[in-house]
């Protein structure tokens, strides 16, 4: 079983590859395909070329601690809220409740996806 530390780092080169492919191969490729590779590699799923990510769960972030969680690109928001940085949100648990910035609440899935430098407008207390 993957750690957390191991399917952070996991899900963040694949999202780099991804992206990094289509910038590259974009001429040859075509719009279609590109964004089909792109949706693949913004998710957790098993395809051509691409492991499974096993799901991430607040309760694993909440035990990494501020500090790592900030070298994975989580934000401050007032000290007190760990704003989900918008490349990390499709390989979390969608169903886990989160809170804006304005202090309303709501699913990972069904949140508001507007976003502060890189980070949802919503997340988590530690």
Known sequence: MKSTIEKLDTAR??????A???NQYKGSW????CFKELDMG????????WESIPVITQAEL??????????YGFGNWDGK???VPLWLVNFLDQDE???SIMNNKSTLAECDK????GCLAFGFFL
């Open 42 to 49: 913004l998710t957790n799923k098993k395809g051509f070329g």
């Open 13 to 18: 080169r694949r999202v780099l590859n991804a």
């Open 62 to 71: 909440k035990e990494l601690g501020r500090d790592t969680l900030y070298q």
């Open 20 to 22: 990094s492919m289509v």
């Open 97 to 99: 409740e989160v809170v």
């Open 30 to 33: 075509g719009v279609d395909f």
């Open 81 to 83: 809220l760990l704003m």
């Open 114 to 117: 507007d976003t502060r430098g």
